[in-house]
């Protein structure tokens, strides 16, 4: 069993005036053999939640569960929690096989014939069998990292911590561990946490991602749910690449139709998202200057080419294009900013050029111009789709 439990989590570092708010308020449940990633910008509190759960930073406030059991105040060593650090964590002076046996020796008290037996086992699982008698000198990163991990996995513990463990390899060697790791988590089926600052990783490794901003939790979900249902605008912009557009409007509401006026174009809704605007209205009402702001967002591969009588077309200048084979990225200029469409591989488009795009609205995210808040995400996928996608 890998049970998780995180309840109220926050840790503040340093004390009196210079305070560092690092994780705050963070509740999230971690089902046994799930993959869970943590995901965010650079200091927005990943590593300090990752260590406050192995156990190597006190949480100010909140607790720890594992299987029931309150971990809170355990020892690293005595929460059977096996942690994997980016920078590999190896001794030098011993051999991978030492590594890996290291910790066995430490927490356990099989015999020397079982750790051996055990590190072997675990050697030819990952094919690193050839190198268990060299130093991590003599290793490249790639091999250093899979030592790295037989020394976790040989520990045969409850969860993984892991810490953007793949971020020094080379994007052919990450691409490729991504892949390796995810069949070894689903093979051992241990509940795993993964921290990375990178959203590709997120999206094709976890069961579910959570999101974290300024150490406070956006969302947790599947990585498609995160995608096309975001919470927020922070959200919709940190997961996907090329990442969502977006677009600051002024919804106008004049004799019943509802009317979003950019600086450079107008955008008239249905009926439907009309009402819908209402309603977020009276929710929460961002309004400065008695207009009311919103963001419209819009993903690159939604953007289609405008049909000649589309009454939303919207007029844009081509800066550049970049074919790519399957699909054509078109970076196009509305007013000062600059946006992207990803159109069919067959799209071929003069730099310079006038295009007239459309945004169909069964794509289109509306988002509180005040809080960010989403107030209308995009209709999900087909049924079907959605219910395999788990949406
Ligand atoms: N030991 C510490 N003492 C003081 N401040 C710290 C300490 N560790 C982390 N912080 C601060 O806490 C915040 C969160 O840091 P953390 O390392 O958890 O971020 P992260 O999401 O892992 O970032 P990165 O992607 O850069 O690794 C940052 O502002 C960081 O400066
Ligand atoms: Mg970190």
Redesign the pocket.
């Known amino acids: 069993m890998g049970e998780i439990s995180v309840d109220g989590l926050r840790k503040v ?2 004390d009196g005036g210079d305070e ?1 708010v ?2 705050e308020g963070l509740d999230c449940a971690i089902e046994d053999g799930e993959f869970l990633v943590l995901v ?10 990752l260590r406050c759960l192995a156990g190597l930073e006190r949480p100010t406030d909140g607790r720890i569960v594992l299987d029931g059991e309150d971990v809170t105040d355990r020892k690293p060593k005595d929460r059977n929690m096996a942690m994997v650090f980016q920078n590999y964590a190896l001794y030098p002076h011993m051999t991978a096989r030492e590594n890996m046996a290291f910790g066995l020796k430490m927490t356990t008290d099989l015999s020397t014939d079982e750790i051996d037996a055990r590190v072997e086992e675990t050697a030819e699982m990952m094919g690193i069998e050839a190198i268990l008698d060299k130093k991590p000198g003599e290793l490249s990163g790639g091999q250093q990292q899979r030592v790295a991990l037989g020394r976790a996995i040989v520990r045969d513990p409850e969860v993984f911590l892991m ?2 463990p793949l971020s020094n390899l080379d994007a052919k060697l990450r691409t490729q561990m991504r892949t390796e790791l995810q069949s070894l988590q689903q093979e051992f089926g241990v509940t795993t946490v993964y ?1 990375t ?1 990178d959203q590709t990783e997120a999206m094709t490794m976890g069961d579910r991602i959570a999101v ?1 901003k300024d ?1 406070r939790l956006q969302q947790i979900g599947t990585p498609l749910e995160c995608y096309h249902a975001p919470q927020n605008e922070f959200v919709a912009g940190f997961i996907g690449s090329p990442g969502m557009n977006f677009f600051d409007v002024v919804v106008e509401e004049t004799g019943g139709t509802t009317t979003l006026v950019h600086e450079a174009f107008e955008y008239e809704v249905s009926e439907d998202v009309g009402a819908d605007l209402r309603e977020t209205r009276r929710r929460d009402a961002a309004e400065t200057d008695g207009r009311r702001r919103a963001t419209l967002g819009i993903r690159p591969e939604d953007i289609r080419l405008a049909e000649a009588d589309d009454p939303n077309a919207i007029r844009t200048a081509v800066d550049v294009t970049e074919p790519l084979g399957d699909v054509t990225y078109v970076y196009f200029r509305v007013g000062d900013e600059q946006y992207t469409a990803s159109l069919a591989g067959d799209v071929l488009l003069d730099p310079n050029s006038a295009l007239d795009v459309s945004f169909p609205e069964d794509r289109v995210h509306l988002f509180d111009g005040r809080t960010g808040e989403a107030l209308r995400n995009r209709e999900p996928p087909a049924e079907d789709a959605a219910a395999r996608l788990n949406l």
């Open positions: 570092f340093g560092i690092a994780v965010g910008p650079s200091g927005c509190g990943k590593s300090t939640t810490d953007e921290v600052h974290l150490g």
